[in-house]
C-alpha cells in the first residue's frame, strides 16, 4: 500500500477550498512547498492570479496549484512524471470536484512545456509558470536551475505574464530570462521563491 500523507501540514490556506488537506505520496523525492512559502506567494501575486491559466512544472503534491485554484486560477496544469504522484493527484482533483478546472499532464516538462504553452496562448487571458525543479543538491541536478532558465529563455513566453521559481536559497538565477526580469527574491529558511515579470515594454 502507498505510503499517503495525511496530516494537516498541506491543508489550504486560502479561497474556496480552504482547510481542505492536500493528500500526497510519501517518496524521498517528493517535496511538498511549505505553508509560509505558499501564503508569501499568492500574497505577492494577489488579483493577478485570478482568472489566470496557472501551470505548475514538477507538480509533485500539486499543493501550489491546487491553492491557485482555491484562490481564483481559471485553470491549472499539473506537469508531474512520477506514476504515484500522478494518481494522488488525480484522487484529489476528484476530491475537490475540481476535474473540469485542473489538466494533469503525465511527463517530462522539458518534453512537454512547450507544445503546452502554445495551446494554452490560445485561450488564455494570462500564463502564470511555477517553476519547482528538484532541489540542486540531489544526485545529478546539480545544473537544473540552470537548465530550466535556459530552457524557458528559449521558448515562446508570449502569453505568459509571471515565471516564479522555488529554490534552494542559496541558488543564483540569472537577471534576466528572455524578455523577463528578476524583481523579487525572499528566502524562508532552506528554500526561497524568485520572481520574474515582463519587461516595460514587452
Excluded: W
Amino acid at each position: 500500500m502507498r505510503n499517503v500523507n495525511t496530516n494537516v501540514a498541506l491543508r489550504i490556506l486560502g479561497g474556496k477550498l480552504r482547510g481542505q488537506n492536500v493528500r500526497f505520496v510519501q517518496t524521498n523525492t517528493t517535496r511538498p512547498t511549505k505553508a509560509i512559502l505558499r501564503e508569501s506567494l499568492f500574497g505577492t501575486l494577489a488579483g493577478e492570479i485570478v482568472g489566470a491559466v496557472f501551470v505548475e512544472m514538477f507538480a509533485g503534491s500539486g499543493s501550489v496549484g491546487f491553492e491557485a485554484l482555491s484562490r481564483g486560477a481559471q485553470k491549472v496544469v499539473f506537469i508531474e512524471q512520477n506514476e504515484a504522484n500522478i494518481s494522488q493527484l488525480r484522487e484529489n482533483c476528484a476530491r475537490f470536484k475540481l476535474t473540469e478546472s485542473a489538466q494533469i499532464c503525465c511527463g517530462d516538462c522539458f518534453a512537454i512545456l512547450a507544445p503546452l504553452l502554445e495551446q494554452l496562448c490560445n485561450c488564455a487571458r494570462s500564463i502564470v509558470l511555477y517553476c519547482d525543479p528538484p532541489f540542486a543538491i540531489r544526485e545529478g541536478q546539480d545544473r537544473i536551475y540552470a537548465r530550466c532558465a535556459e530552457f524557458l529563455g528559449n521558448l515562446c513566453l508570449d502569453c505568459v505574464q509571471h515565471i516564479i521559481f522555488e529554490t534552494m536559497s542559496s541558488a543564483s538565477l540569472p537577471p534576466h530570462i528572455a524578455h523577463f526580469v528578476q524583481y523579487k527574491k525572499r528566502a524562508f529558511g532552506k528554500s526561497a521563491l524568485q520572481y520574474y515579470t515582463k519587461e516595460i515594454g514587452c
